[in-house]
């Protein structure tokens, strides 16, 4: 057995498959990361089912029911909603962020203030091929759209011109949202303009975001969390953000979006058209630990490539058990990564996981090498490893580019450094074997 692992192509060889034998061990690492994940999403909806849910404000939304008479006066030829938008719709709120635990993961709950106002005018009849005669004015009714109800945690109540009108819940027609708010209001046969406000306080989690069902749609908010993230189909035409949290401006034309002013029964759809702020917690450490176990094979090949050119340079025989347990050392480092970062940050978790690792490996390859000078080159090299991965993670935009230009670097050296060896007349055949 001996004299077979003492031929250089056998070592090859076994060291190859060996690698390719840790792929098992990284794979399932990394399935334990996606577990953990999960563990946490479930965990944020838990804590979102007693809270509120992330919230998506649509409206106040006119609807107008019709019936269009047959031509001989006979019965009813076509019926059904009217559906009108504000031709100015004003939103400016405050966010109220708050942290809650659910076991060790964290997730972001909010409460709000928003202030709602706005116009409906310019209603065209022409556009929906409908006549005055058509509408049903006193069924006339609007709806305003809420992800969650539970989040509400106050009575609305809408000023239509010097009108107040209490909202109900439930809405009365899908044809524009599935759930939310609806309020009764009997129209003239006037159609002026009708100026609506309204006040509403709102519960949420994670997110914030709202439907530009405006002609215009202007929104301005503020809040003390200090790492937005702005989301959805708009981004701000301003923003500012500090320690002392951000404040954002939106002007939204409905040239922007993709469904007009009006129109009659489930003829568009308003969706996909939000935008809003999501309240970020910063570093997703499942999401950077999976990005750091991307890498497992690659730190196992090159420091098993390390240990290879010891053995070539030095006379020195290695044990392929030996390797194993220096590979097996090596997957360790991801999954004390993963312990580490759900208890404390993410980047001293990195250096944790990363000196315990390269102590561990030092310190058994002190009895392969016999040499604390050789010892201390393994060290270095495992160091430089680690650093280059940790900072391939940290720039998201140009992981490609430097994880190329390093590994390329990494295969010019290993050919700098093997460019004098003779394949052909390496024999490790009275090479000592490692203790």
Same mark, same amino acid.
């Given at each position: ?52 849910? #992330? ?22 030829? *076509? ?18 962020? *708050? ?33 005055? !005669? ?41 044809? &524009? ?28 989690? *994670? ?12 929104? *301005?908010? #503020? ?50 058209? !939000? ?7 910063? &570093? ?11 890498? #497992? ?33 090596? &997957? ?100 000592? #074997?490692?203790?």
């Amino acid at each position: 057995m001996k004299a077979a692992f003492e031929n250089i192509f056998v070592k090859i060889s076994f060291i190859i498959i060996l690698i390719l034998i840790l792929i098992v061990p990284t794979f399932m690492v990394e399935q334990i990361i996606r577990e953990r994940n999960q563990r946490q999403q479930e965990s944020i909806q838990e804590v979102s089912d007693k809270h509120a849910r #992330a919230q998506q404000i649509s409206g106040p939304i006119l609807t107008i029911p019709f019936a269009i008479q047959r031509e001989d006066g006979k019965g009813i030829r *076509e019926k059904g909603l009217f559906h009108v938008l504000p031709e100015k719709l004003n939103i400016s709120g405050e966010i109220n962020p *708050e942290k809650r635990k659910r076991g060790m993961y964290e997730t972001v709950v909010y409460g709000s203030s928003i202030h709602i106002d706005g116009t409906f005018d310019n209603i065209d009849l022409d556009a929906a091929n409908l006549k005055k !005669e058509d509408l049903l004015l006193s069924k006339a009714y609007l709806t305003l759209g809420l992800s969650d109800l539970k989040g509400v945690t106050e009575q609305v109540s809408i000023k239509m011109n010097d009108q107040y009108i209490m909202f109900q819940p439930g809405v009365l027609s899908s044809n &524009v949202v599935r759930s939310g708010l609806h309020a009764y209001y009997k129209l003239d046969s006037s159609l002026i303009k009708q100026d609506f406000s309204f006040d509403l306080k709102l519960n949420g989690t *994670e997110y914030l975001r709202f439907t530009p069902i405006g002609k215009e749609t202007k929104v *301005e908010l #503020a809040s003390s969390w200090s790492d937005p993230s702005f989301s959805g189909n708009f981004l701000p035409i301003t923003r500012k953000i500090s320690k002392n949290g951000f404040t954002a401006k939106w002007n939204v034309l409905n040239m922007n979006r993709n469904f007009p002013q009006s129109w009659k029964g489930s003829a568009h759809s308003i969706g996909h058209s !939000e935008f809003g702020v999501d309240l970020d917690l910063g &570093v997703d450490v499942y999401q950077k630990s999976m990005r750091v176990a991307k890498y #497992a094979i690659l730190f196992v090949a090159l420091t098993f490539l390390v240990f290879f050119f010891v053995e070539i340079k030095n006379r020195i025989l290695i044990h392929p058990i030996q390797y194993t347990l220096v590979g097996l050392s090596l &997957v360790m480092f991801y999954v004390l990564v993963l312990a580490f970062s759900e208890q404390i940050a993410f980047g001293w978790a990195y250096l944790l996981a990363a000196s315990m690792t390269i102590s561990l490996v030092c310190l058994y390859a002190k009895t392969l090498l016999r040499s604390w000078a050789l010892v201390g080159v393994l060290g270095s090299i495992l160091m430089i490893l680690y650093i280059f991965i940790f900072v391939i993670i940290q720039l998201q935009d140009y992981a490609m580019l430097f994880g190329s230009l390093g590994i390329f670097l990494i295969l010019a050296i290993t050919m700098y450094f093997s460019r004098k060896i003779d394949w052909f007349q390496v024999d490790q055949k009275e090479l000592p #074997a490692g203790e």
